[in-house]
């Protein structure tokens, strides 16, 4: 079966790209330029065969992505700004990220061929940040919590935090209501996982153009964190585990037109320094000093519902760190 994918050359998009690929999919991707698509064949020779590029600039165009959909069985759809250096919270974010996602849907449905769209959304859709600066002790999330903030609010914000968080729920949003509204061929599946970890196998990596959620592991773990730094969202996925359930959920009945929060542990900024004090001793010199404070309260996470519909047994905090730091250090040398 051909999967159709935006954001390949991603974090997220390469892991699950490979993930296809493993699994015997073939892949029609998008890419914004053909350098990005030689990229990825060149840094995976072995799977290239089995992916098709179509390079469209601009991911809001209907006419292309409708084309670019034909022959193909599964959408997933992943492109979404994600990065807090903007300076035009509408045009740079929350216009991209929901428009993407309605176009990406919009051309789906015009093809009834294409039987489930997977999205990848947030936890930071769920999530309510002006709840005791996010942490809301005794608050349990699930799948049916929404993040409230709405597009005013996040056109006028000026933390980056709020504007990227508000980007997923109204893109998420705007796609449970197309189909609603729509009723397409097509079943949805949507991901809510909080900050992922894990190897980044994306293209063209260096330590200097790390994906954001990497980049918070090797900014602490690579001596330039002078002290250890508040854990501002401390619950985690492994990209692996991610990956496995985009794919996995292209054929699950279950999951049709459902939502899943996607959690594997909890974890603390002191955990990490504290796993790479043991696993890579040698790096130990440039790690921030433990101090021993008490881990703030904070909410609780249920996520029954993806552990009853998936056959998942996530991968732990210390193996996470583990294999995205064997990456990172290794990367580091060769630069
Ligand atoms: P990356 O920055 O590594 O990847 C983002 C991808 O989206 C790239 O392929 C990028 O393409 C594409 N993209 C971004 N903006 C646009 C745009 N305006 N038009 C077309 N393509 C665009 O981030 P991640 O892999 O981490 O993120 C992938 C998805 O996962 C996003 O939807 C993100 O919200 C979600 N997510 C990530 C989390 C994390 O901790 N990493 C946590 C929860 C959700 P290009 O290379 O051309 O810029």
């Given at each position: 079966?051909v999967?159709?994918?935006?954001?390949?050359?991603?974090?997220?998009?390469a892991a699950?790209?490979?993930?296809?690929?493993?699994?015997?999919?073939?892949?029609?991707?998008?890419?914004?330029?053909?350098?990005?698509?030689?990229?990825?064949?060149?840094?995976?020779?072995?799977?290239?065969s089995s992916?098709?590029w179509?390079?469209?600039?601009?991911?809001?165009?209907?006419?292309?992505?409708?084309?670019?959909?034909?022959?193909v069985?599964?959408?997933?759809?992943?492109?979404?700004?994600?990065?807090?250096?903007?300076t035009?919270?509408?045009?740079?974010?929350?216009?991209?990220?929901?428009?993407?996602?309605?176009?990406?849907?919009?051309?789906?449905?015009?093809?009834?061929?294409?039987?489930?769209?997977?999205?990848?959304?947030?936890?930071?859709a769920?999530?309510d940040?002006?709840?005791?600066?996010?942490?809301?002790?005794?608050?349990?999330?699930?799948?049916?919590?929404?993040?409230?903030?709405?597009?005013?609010?996040?056109?006028?914000?000026?933390?980056?935090?709020?504007?990227?968080s508000?980007?997923?729920?109204?893109?998420?949003?705007?796609?449970?209501?197309?189909?609603?509204?729509?009723?397409?061929?097509?079943?949805?599946?949507?991901?809510?996982?909080?900050?992922?970890?894990?190897?980044?196998?994306?293209?063209?990596?260096?330590?200097?153009?790390?994906n954001?959620?990497t980049?918070?592991?090797?900014?602490?773990?690579?001596?330039?964190a002078?002290?250890?730094?508040?854990?501002?969202?401390p619950?985690?996925?492994?990209?692996r585990?991610?990956?496995?359930?985009?794919v996995?959920?292209?054929?699950?009945?279950?999951?049709?037109?459902?939502?899943?929060?996607?959690?594997?542990?909890?974890?603390?900024m002191e955990?990490?320094?504290?796993?790479?004090?043991?696993?890579?001793?040698d790096?130990?010199?440039?790690?921030?000093?433990?101090?021993?404070t008490?881990?703030?309260?904070?909410?609780?996470?249920?996520?029954?519902?993806?552990?009853?519909?998936?056959?998942?047994?996530?991968?732990?905090?210390?193996?996470?760190?583990?294999?995205?730091?064997?990456?990172?250090?290794?990367?580091?040398?060769?630069?």
């Open positions: 079966a999967v159709f994918v935006t954001g390949g050359n991603g974090f997220v998009g699950t790209v490979l993930e296809l690929i493993k699994r015997d999919y073939t892949v029609k991707a998008t890419m914004r330029s053909q350098a990005k698509a030689e990229a990825f064949n060149k840094q995976y020779p072995a799977q290239s992916i098709e179509v390079i469209i600039p601009d991911l809001t165009n209907e006419d292309a992505m409708t084309a670019a959909m034909t022959n069985d599964y959408l997933i759809h992943m492109a979404s700004p994600f990065h807090f250096t903007f035009d919270n509408v045009n740079e974010v929350l216009r991209p990220a929901k428009d993407m996602t309605l176009v990406a849907l919009k051309a789906a449905a015009k093809h009834p061929r294409i039987k489930r769209v997977v999205i990848t959304s947030s936890f930071v769920i999530w940040l002006m709840q005791d600066n996010g942490l809301w002790p005794g608050k349990t999330y699930t799948s049916d919590d929404w993040n409230p903030a709405t597009w005013d609010q996040a056109a006028s914000s000026t933390n980056p935090l709020f504007v990227y508000a980007s997923k729920s109204i893109a998420e949003k705007a796609a449970y209501d197309f189909v609603e509204h729509e009723k397409p061929d097509f079943a949805l599946t949507t991901f809510c996982p909080p900050i992922i970890y894990g190897p980044p196998l994306q293209p063209e990596v260096t330590t200097s153009n790390l954001t959620s980049y918070v592991v090797w900014e602490l773990l690579s001596g330039q002078k002290e250890i730094p508040d854990t501002t969202l619950i985690f996925i492994d990209v585990d991610l990956a496995y359930l985009q996995s959920a292209l054929t699950n009945e279950k999951a049709k037109n459902q939502r899943y929060f996607v959690v594997s542990d909890h974890w603390y955990q990490l320094v504290d796993i790479v004090r043991e696993e890579f001793p790096q130990a010199f440039r790690l921030p000093p433990t101090v021993r008490k881990a703030p309260s904070h909410f609780d996470f249920d996520v029954t519902k993806a552990e009853r519909d998936f056959d998942i047994k996530w991968i732990p905090l210390r193996q996470s760190i583990v294999d995205t730091m064997k990456v990172l250090y290794e990367k580091e040398r060769e630069e």
